[in-house]
C-alpha cells in the first residue's frame, strides 16, 4: 500500500464534512483479560470488548450547521453521531464509528486562532471501507 498524505484527509458527521478540521486521531483499542494462573511462566490473556476513541481537532466554526454546531446539538442531546475519517482524496477509504461526544475544549489564545478539539466515544463496532 502506498503512503497516505495527511492533506488528502477529512472528516465529516455523516455525510457532511466538518469544516475547519486539520487533524484527526482514531484509537481502536480492545479490552484484554489475564487468564494466568498459578504456574505459569508468561501472562496469557483473552480478548474482549472493542472500544475506541476519536480526537478531532482544528478551528472552531458554529456557522458550520451541519458540522460543528450539529455536533454541540449532539454533544447536549447525548446523542450518538457517526464520524466517517477519510484517509485519501478519493473518499473510499476510511474509519466509520457511531461515538457519543465525551467532551469539547475550546481555546481562544490573543495571538492564535480559537480552536477547538472534540473528543467522542465508540458506540459500537468500528468499520474500515
Do not use: C
Request: aromatic share 6%.
Amino acid at each position: 500500500m502506498a503512503a497516505l498524505q495527511g492533506k488528502n484527509a477529512a472528516v465529516k458527521n455523516g455525510a457532511n464534512t466538518i469544516a475547519e478540521m486539520d487533524e484527526w486521531t482514531f484509537t481502536p483499542s480492545i479490552a484484554m483479560h489475564e487468564k494466568s494462573k498459578f504456574g505459569d511462566s508468561a501472562k496469557n490473556f483473552l480478548t474482549g470488548l472493542v472500544d475506541g476513541t476519536i480526537s478531532l481537532k482544528g478551528r472552531h466554526d458554529q456557522t458550520d450547521t451541519l458540522g460543528q454546531a450539529a455536533l454541540w446539538t449532539a454533544f447536549l442531546a447525548g446523542t450518538t453521531v457517526t464520524i466517517y475519517m477519510e484517509t485519501d482524496a478519493t473518499g473510499n477509504h476510511g474509519y466509520t464509528v457511531t461515538a457519543l461526544i465525551k467532551d469539547l475544549q475550546i481555546k481562544a489564545a490573543v495571538a492564535g486562532l480559537v480552536d477547538i478539539t472534540i473528543n467522542l466515544q465508540a458506540d459500537g463496532l468500528p468499520a474500515y471501507a
